[in-house]
């Protein structure tokens, strides 16, 4: 692309991907373009195709054809690992985190601190690091130290978003994120998802809840039977167009 004007590329730019699984097609021919600081909605009925394309894009899934730019870049990421080294982590509804380490073991899993001439765990620094991360997102946990199956569900997603927010550089994929929720948890949840923005992160959240995405998204993307039906701005539609898009009618 040209890069040559002063206009930054958008984070993401997903062209023309598919993707089949043997002979179920799950993606076809979908497009869509990121742009830092802004929230999408990725909504859909059940088997549209929302968690493969999340999958696509933070590497797990390689795509059929089609191709992912970030920041215009064209990457291929082999696996998930490669995705996270790139700037893009993933929060999904089971609230994946070690459940018998402590809290800031799993902020840092994977990508752990160490110090000294025999790479030892720099736990101190850890625990330091996520404190002063757990109360900048007011995430309110007793401690860094505490085990993760001591914490609500709420909390324990809160810990996953501060996780992702810590180490995302460029994207934030979000499946589901308050599907195990309660209300008042779910809203803390919102709140640190909307916080994203300001850290100039471009955010792909898939929901199940139109209330939901009618809080927190710029733009609706909608996918049916894995085709792309149509984005819009959040601000300028409705739950009845909306709905209208997903199931076709
Ligand atoms: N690993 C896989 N192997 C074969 N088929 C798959 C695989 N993953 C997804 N599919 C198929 O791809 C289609 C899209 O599934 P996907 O899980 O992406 O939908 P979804 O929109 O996330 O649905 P839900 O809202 O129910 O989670 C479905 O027909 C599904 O059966």
């Known amino acids: 692309m040209d890069l040559s004007n002063t206009q930054a590329a958008d984070v993401l730019q997903l062209k023309n991907i598919h993707k089949a ?4 097609v799950a993606i076809e021919d979908f497009s869509l373009n990121l742009k830092a600081g802004e929230i999408v909605a990725l909504v859909g009925d059940n088997g549209a195709g ?20 970030i920041d215009g870049q064209q990457t291929s990421f082999k696996d998930a690992t490669e995705a996270r080294a790139g700037g893009i982590e993933v929060v999904y509804q089971d609230l994946a985190l070690a459940d018998e380490q402590a809290v800031y073991m799993n902020m840092f899993l994977g990508r752990e601190k160490t110090k000294g001439p025999f790479g030892q765990l720099d736990r101190k620094g850890m625990v330091q690091e996520t404190e002063d991360l757990v109360k900048e997102l007011d995430v309110r946990i007793p401690s860094a ?3 993760i199956r001591n914490l609500s ?3 324990r997603q809160g810990v996953a978003i501060a996780r992702a927010t810590h180490w995302a550089t460029k994207l934030v994929l979000l499946d589901e994120p308050t599907a195990a929720l309660g209300v008042a948890e ?3 949840v919102e709140e640190n998802v909307a ?3 300001e850290r100039n992160l471009a955010v792909l959240i898939i929901s199940h809840s139109l209330d939901q ?14 085709q792309q039906i149509g984005v819009r701005e959040t601000a300028k539609t409705d739950k ?6 997903i199931t076709g009618v």
């Open 21 to 24: 699984f043997g002979g179920v």
């Open 50 to 69: 929302k968690s493969t394309l999340i999958k696509i894009i933070s590497g797990v899934h390689t795509p059929t054809s089609g191709t992912i730019a």
């Open 145 to 147: 130290k505490t085990t």
């Open 153 to 155: 569900g709420g909390q």
């Open 186 to 188: 779910t809203a803390k």
């Open 195 to 197: 916080a994203l923005r």
């Open 213 to 226: 995405v009618f809080r927190l998204s710029d733009r609706i993307c909608v996918l049916r039977r894995g």
């Open 240 to 245: 009845n167009e909306i709905v209208s898009m």
